[in-house]
């Protein structure tokens, strides 16, 4: 089997962590729709995980939380989220970046998704992943495909044929 020089897997990684930020932004700017809600489990101990000391005493490696109901302040940025909630009666913060993202999880719909914790040696190369970015203008400075078509266009597959 040939290497996989390209890292398939770091780029679905990577693609599955914004397919989390995505539903979380949803939720932070229009609420969770429907019967929606999310199971988010996460590594207390990874680098940028921000939780008290009893929490994290609680639960020195692994956490899950609900959002669904009883959540506030849900913030998304690029990199993580922070939301509150309560625990035992007691308020908390907790900011929790996607790198720390062991699973995620919908019941409602039964969509699911499990992470790999991004170890030392993946977590450079993730980082260092490109972002996927287009402009309209960047089809002008594209290769042709055919000589006719820019990259990107929609072409119709009648133009490819051989029997027309």
């Known amino acids: 089997m040939a290497d996989d020089l390209m890292r398939y897997d770091l780029l679905t990684q990577k693609a599955q962590r914004t397919l989390v930020r995505e539903a979380l932004l949803i939720a932070a700017t229009k609420g969770i729709p429907g019967d929606h809600h999310f199971y988010v489990s996460f590594q207390t101990g990874a680098p940028g995980v921000d939780i008290s000391d009893r929490l994290k005493s609680q639960y020195p490696d692994e956490m899950t939380i609900v959002l669904q109901h009883q959540f506030w302040d849900l ?51 993730l980082a260092t992943l490109p972002e996927a970015t287009s402009t309209d203008s960047d089809s002008e400075s594209l290769p042709r495909v055919g000589g006719e078509t820019p990259a990107g266009e929609v072409v119709s597959l009648d133009s490819f044929r051989k029997d027309r």
């Open 75 to 125: 913030k998304v940025s690029d990199d993580g989220f922070t939301v509150g909630l309560s625990f035992d009666k007691t308020p908390e913060r907790l900011v929790v970046p996607y790198s720390a993202l062991v699973s995620f999880f919908d019941p409602s719909v039964q969509f699911g998704l499990q992470f790999t914790p991004e170890g030392a040696e993946d977590s450079d190369d």
